[in-house]
């Protein structure tokens, strides 16, 4: 397959990037690990006239601690995502949902920033960004502004992030000592989730204190499911299932080949719990 | 028939690494689209995105203003130099055969049908161009499920009144291979049991992974034809055949070809196109297709409702069997798309020895993509209808699968056995290989962890399923193929060349894409001739070295290629024996050949096979009359089918909570006859069980309403990787065949044929005390759970003690929980 001819534009600062942008107006694309973008240039769903490779910006790659925050730079790849042991130690839940993503190859590619801008319904990252309290940083020609996670998501691939905009960085509080766990449901191993569960829990003395949920594929955009959040606190691990039934309340999941709605109403429900209960046990 | 070979062997049973697979893995090799040649042009297709439409008229101005486009051609221009796709295997004098141009003129069929061919000096050029070409449509109602086509209200060809293609059918009394199949059932229904069955074939895609690519060279005396096909001969014939180009003007080569499981024995319409355009520009051209155009384009497999009508005494012991398949052929007839199902008709009786029988198959029309041969064809839907309803019958009769095979099969010294469709098996032991398989499984412990399972209620379920299955190949005797108005013959040809300098050519007509022909043919003429393995070649896949042959499919290289080889060798040795016994002063009456030495007997005088090649080549000392060489060729044309058998031997677990299956354990005890490579043989066990358990967990070409493939890319056709497979256990029993020298079987298919049936009876077994009978494939965790959930809702209306499903009118008589999510249109 091969795309229609464009112009490969490869800025090596932000400054740089966005005055290109600014420049190219409606025909730019932003080329991030191109796991996503590519097939789409490649079946010809869209030609624009110029590609803008952020590859170069080195400054977007990698993970700061920010104190009370990690500070993932957008371009860092899934692997370096997966790898890293601020993440492990402070945001275990990207850690779990972002080595399920397709495969080792896609994970060596295929960055955070690029499937959070990108937006599928059924990719892994944005429950648990959601469900971390994440913020974004978006950089613009009118500068720099911030965006919690829960404004980020607008639709079916489309977040907060305008034309000639870029995501620069996603900052995720500190969840030390929470367990967590991503219960993701395919019928083959490299597939997108059918539905996906995210789930951290900070328990205190056997019982749940603070519980975050989200929940990919029920909707346009990732969701919380912050009924569930909050009937779980106080919860044991035995008394999960009540708690958890109300899982798919409100959510407008999508039917296709994979399954309709309802039997994805009732995966969440069921992968909801599984993932609290694994959660609760690290 | 020839009696088994028992000569000592050294190379035959060895598990050589295959010779061909530094180049075919490293990808350093000739794939057809890696060839290059000067001047050369590059091809991209208009293709259609409606099932059914006239095409009002075609806007190629802009597309041929394109930068670098040198044509672009309509249907209308390659009109009369376009030749056409054939089908070699009318199933009845009357079928319906729609003509199928490679670019139809004024009507597509099917959603990715060809409408137009740009041309330029870059494949991106050409790719961009085509975007430009501005097709008017008219679109017509498209026929897309096949039942609905049966009413013949829709057409998918108009002109052709109908959508039916052929009804044949075989009946074991009016051919005299047994009894009148209505009296059994008749006779069950007043005293025994009737189990009636529909089962559902999906619709498969053939996945090879090299996309299908022609190279075409109009210079020079021969037009050259490079392609990605199992089949160069066939490919050469019916070019000829419909092009109008003598035969012996056309070369066709089939360099290294990545895979194929049937998809691959097509004579293409890119392949008809591209040569039309080459000879039209007189300049070499290559179309090397997308993997999105391979999944509407390349033809489809499977595709079938089968309905089964079983009648056994109360004890078990099956007295009939009907079978009455409708089989979906797509647009169009493809090049033995109306025999695939056909071939069923041998096979749905499988090991059993059944009193009557009937066959009864309806070939169908529709606006979807065409469908032929895909590993296993017409065999797989077999073995997956009869080994499904055989647990049925051990369900109702209470007694484990096992059970139910044992009393009805065919046992060890039974053989020779002609069966109820008139097939002679010629060697097998199902007892010998259900045994180990049995054995290595763990059946009882597995059998008791299912009963703890259910008795705990344990969220997971366990299910255990049986595959007895045997599989006719190695296609195919010329007399029975003939005897069925297939337009070919069977056999396969082979050419050894001893060179002068020690080293050896094999020669051989069976076309590879992937099974090692170049290690097995190189291990059999090695202990044959007793010439080092590494000092023989094996060369195929070109009409100019290779220029007789039937190519590869239907597990046909070894059993009857192989054959060929080892007569060809046999007369290299025949040859050189007046030779040897004049260059040793000796009778050739006292020679004896063996280990690459001819001696004379008694002595210790000797000659080596290829001394006496050296010495033909300078042909200075020869006894009179002796023509200078010792090369041969062999035709071979087989006797009889390849009958090979297995035992597989499937663990699934449910989670009733999701519908999610896992596999837990898999054994099988194949019985291929010799096995002359085991790790080439192990490899394609591997690889064909994997293909069916995707049939039955995770592959079904889905279209939506406007007769669009659903699930047109590897995004939503869900192919298994290794990451989805568990460790399999596979060992085997050896039934030589009687029927070839060395004792081979056909391993090709067996892997796929078998292991359908196994993977879904272990699932129903699962949940089948939860009132579950079928769950359609592919088993999604969505449908699984439906089943579940259904059978638990209407589990509260008691069963009738001896009710026994009837078919009705026109509804499948499935279980209601069976699931039928197959789109709207099936
Ligand atoms: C075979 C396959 C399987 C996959 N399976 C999964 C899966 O199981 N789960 C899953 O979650 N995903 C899956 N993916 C998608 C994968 O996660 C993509 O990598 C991801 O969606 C996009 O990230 P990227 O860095 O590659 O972005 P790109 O493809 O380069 O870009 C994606 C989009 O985001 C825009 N963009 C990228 N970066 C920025 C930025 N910093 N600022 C503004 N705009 C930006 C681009 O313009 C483009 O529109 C799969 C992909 C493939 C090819």
Redesign the pocket.
Do not use: C, N
């Given at each position: 397959m091969i795309p229609a001819s464009f112009d490969y534009l490869a800025p090596t600062s932000v400054e740089e990037a966005l005055s290109v942008l600014a420049e190219a107006g409606d025909d730019a694309?932003?080329?991030?690990?191109?796991?996503?973008?590519?097939?789409?240039l490649r079946m010809r769903l869209n030609a624009p006239e110029k590609v803008v490779d952020?590859g170069r910006i080195e400054a977007?790659r990698g993970v700061r601690d920010g104190g009370d925050h990690l500070a993932i730079g957008?371009?860092t790849?899934?692997s370096d995502v997966v790898a890293n042991d601020l993440v492990r130690e402070h945001a275990g839940l990207l850690a779990r949902a972002v080595e399920?993503?397709?495969?080792p190859q896609?994970?060596h590619?295929?960055?955070?920033?690029?499937?959070?801008?990108?937006?599928?319904p059924?990719?892994?990252?944005g429950a648990p960004v959601l469900a971390l309290d994440a913020t974004m940083v978006?950089v613009g020609p009118g500068g720099e502004r911030t965006v919690p996670a829960t404004e980020f998501f607008h639709d079916l691939?489309e977040t907060a992030?305008g034309d000639g905009?870029?995501?620069?960085e996603i900052r995720i509080p500190k969840h030390t000592g929470w367990g967590s766990a991503y219960e993701?449901f395919?019928r083959v191993s490299?597939?997108?989730?059918i539905v996906a569960v995210a789930a951290t829990v900070r328990v205190e003395g056997g019982s749940i204190a603070e519980a975050r949920v989200g929940l990919?594929n029920m909707g346009n955009t990732p969701l919380r499911a912050t009924a569930v959040e909050q009937a779980l606190v106080g919860s044991s691990a035995s008394g999960l299932a009540d708690a958890c039934a109300a899982a798919a309340e409100g959510t407008n999941p999508p039917s296709d080949l994979n399954g309709d709605a309802d039997y994805r109403r009732h995966l969440a429900t069921v992968l909801t719990r599984r993932a609290v209960q694994k959660a609760m046990e690290g | 028939m020839t009696a088994v070979d028992d000569r000592p062997t050294t190379e035959v049973g060895r598990d050589r690494r295959r010779k061909e697979d530094q180049r075919l893995i490293t990808g350093r090799t000739r794939w057809t689209d890696n060839i290059q040649l000067p001047g050369m042009l590059h091809l991209a297709m208009v293709r259609s995105p409606f099932a059914h439409a006239k095409i009002l008229s075609i806007g190629t101005d802009e597309a041929k203003a394109s930068t670098g486009v040198v044509a672009v051609y309509t249907g209308a221009d390659l009109a009369d130099s376009q030749g056409v796709n054939i089908n070699a295997w009318p199933i009845t004098p009357d079928q319906v055969t729609p003509t199928h141009l490679p670019v139809p003129a004024d009507r597509v069929a099917h959603s990715g049908e060809i409408v137009a061919v740009v041309v330029a000096r870059t494949a991106a050029q050409a790719r961009d161009a085509a975007e430009l070409v501005d097709v008017d449509y008219e679109e017509l109602p498209a026929v897309l499920d096949m039942k609905e086509a049966l009413k013949d209200e829709v057409l998918a060809h108009p002109d052709s009144g109908t959508n039916k293609s052929a009804f044949w059918k075989l009946d074991s009394k009016e051919q005299g291979s047994g009894g009148d199949v209505d009296e059994a059932i008749a006779k069950a229904r007043q005293d025994g049991i009737v189990i009636e069955r529909e089962y559902r074939q999906q619709r498969l895609v053939p996945a090879f992974m090299e996309p299908r690519s022609t190279v075409v060279d109009p210079t020079g005396e021969q037009i050259s034809i490079w392609s990605a096909t199992q089949v160069p001969h066939i490919l050469r014939f019916a070019i000829a055949a419909t092009m109008g180009i003598p035969e012996s003007k056309v070369r066709v080569i089939a360099p290294d070809v990545g895979g194929g499981f049937g998809g691959k024995l097509q004579t293409t319409p890119e392949e008809f196109a591209t040569i039309a355009v080459a000879r039209k520009l007189g300049k070499p051209c290559k179309y090397t297709e997308t993997r999105s155009e391979t999944m509407v384009s390349a033809h489809h497999g499977r595709d079938q409702w089968q309905k089964l009508t079983l009648s056994a005494e109360k004890d078990g012991t099956v007295t009939g069997l009907k079978v009455e398949l409708l089989a979906d052929l797509g647009a169009y007839v493809a090049i033995v798309g109306g025999g695939v199902p056909v071939l069923g008709a041998w096979m749905f009786n499988s090991i059993y020895k059944f009193p009557a029988y009937q066959f009864n198959c309806q070939t169908i029309l529709t606006n979807k993509t065409w469908v032929d041969a895909y590993r296993g064809a017409g065999r797989p839907e077999a073995t997956y209808a009869i080994e499904r309803i055989m647990d049925e019958l051990a369900a109702e009769v209470g007694v484990d699968p096992i059970a139910i095979r044992e009393k009805n099969w065919i046992t060890h010294d039974e053989f020779p056995f002609t069966t109820v469709a008139g097939m002679t098996y010629d060697s097998g032991n199902y007892e010998a290989a259900t045994e180990k398989a049995l054995e290595l499984f763990g059946y009882e412990e597995l059998r008791a962890e299912q009963k703890q399972r259910r008795e705990s209620g344990d969220p997971v379920q366990l299910g255990l399923g049986v595959s007895t299955f045997t599989e006719m190949c190695g296609l195919a005797p010329s007399r029975v193929l003939g005897s069925l108005s297939y337009g070919a013959g069977g056999w396969e040809s082979a050419s050894i060349r001893m060179l002068a300098t020690g080293t050896v050519e094999v020669v051989s007509g069976a076309t590879p894409h992937g099974q090692g022909h170049e290690t097995a043919w190189s291990q059999i003429v090695a202990d044959r001739l007793g010439i080092p393995f590494e000092n023989i070649e094996v060369l195929h896949g070109d009409t100019q070295t290779a220029p007789k042959g039937l190519d590869t499919y239907g597990s046909r290289s070894l059993v009857v290629g192989g054959e060929a080889i080892v007569r060809a060798a046999d007369k290299v040795i025949e040859k050189a024996k007046p030779i040897a016994a004049h260059l040793l002063e000796a009778s050739v009456d006292d020679l004896e050949f063996s280990a690459g030495q001819f001696t004379v007997k008694g002595t210790d005088k000797g000659i080596g096979l290829t001394d006496i090649a050296l010495a033909t080549f300078a042909a200075h000392n020869l006894p009179d009359g002796v023509e200078p060489s010792i090369d041969a060729d062999a035709t071979y044309d087989p006797v009889n089918f390849s009958f090979p058998h297995g035992t597989h031997l499937c663990a699934m677990e449910v989670d009733t909570e999701t519908g999610a299956t896992s596999m837990r354990k898999y054994v099988c005890v194949d019985d291929i006859g010799t096995i002359i490579n085991p790790l080439i043989v192990e490899g394609q066990v591997h690889g064909g069980l994997v293909q069916g358990i995707a049939q039955a967990l995770w592959e079904g070409a889905e279209y939506d309403e406007q007769g669009t493939l659903v699930s047109g890319s590897?995004?939503d056709y869900t192919l298994p990787t290794a990451a989805d497979t568990i460790n399999f256990v596979s060992e085997h029993t050896v039934s030589p065949s009687t029927t070839n020298t060395l004792g081979t079987k056909g391993v090709g298919e067996a892997g796929t044929i078998a292991s359908t049936p196994a993977v879904v009876n272990a699932i129903v077994d699962a949940v089948r005390h939860l009132g579950i009978d079928d769950i359609q494939m592919p088993c999604t965790p969505e449908r699984v759970w439906k089943a579940i959930q259904s059978a638990g809702s209407h589990q509260a209306a008691a069963p009738v003690a001896d009710a026994q499903p009837h078919f009705g009118d026109d509804a499948p008589n499935q279980d209601p929980a069976a699931g039928s999510t197959d789109g709207a249109a099936q």
């Open positions: 694309k932003v080329l991030a690990g191109g796991q996503s973008l590519l097939p789409i952020l977007l957008a371009m790849p899934y399920t993503v397709a495969d896609i994970r590619r295929g960055t955070l920033g690029g499937a959070l801008v990108h937006a599928d059924a990719g892994d990252v978006v691939f992030v905009e870029l995501l620069t993701k395919v490299h597939q997108w989730s990919t | 590897f995004v």
